[in-house]
């Protein structure tokens, strides 16, 4: 499963930002998927989840009720619309995939750069 994140980019404070993450795989539309992040100086963490229905989500407590994961089975795509950024919200952003339905997140995209300023 090949994953390539876009949208990320420099935002003010309060600003919104939508990321991308478009997919190969023929059985997309199976993945488990979601967004983690990491700040400089910290361990990655998680921000987002959704099923293969998209009929499910769960957040990471600090992205709870600004962030929101959705996804296009047919696009293979899956998206993260974060508003009321925050500069604590500034960290690299990756695409994760659970292919195999075992709750290990097997494939990972490059990260894209989100940069939130004060």
């Known amino acids: 499963v090949q994953l390539v994140e876009s949208g990320g980019g420099l935002v003010q404070a309060g600003g919104s930002l939508r990321l991308s993450c478009a997919a190969s795989?023929?059985?997309?539309?199976?993945?488990?998927m979601g967004w983690f992040c990491q700040a400089p100086g910290k361990e990655r963490e998680f921000v987002a989840r959704?099923?293969?229905?998209?009929?499910?989500?769960s957040y990471g407590d600090s992205v709870k009720g600004r962030f929101a994961i959705s996804r296009d089975n047919a696009k293979k795509a899956v998206d993260l619309q974060m508003n009321s950024l925050r500069p604590e919200d500034t960290a690299v952003y990756y695409c994760?995939?659970?292919?195999?339905?075992?709750?290990?997140?097997?494939?990972w995209g490059q990260g894209i750069q989100v940069t939130v300023s004060s």
């Open positions: 994760a995939a659970d292919s195999t339905l075992d709750g290990r997140w097997d494939s």
């Open positions: 795989g023929v059985t997309f539309s199976w993945y488990v």
């Open positions: 959704i099923s293969w229905s998209g009929g499910s989500t």
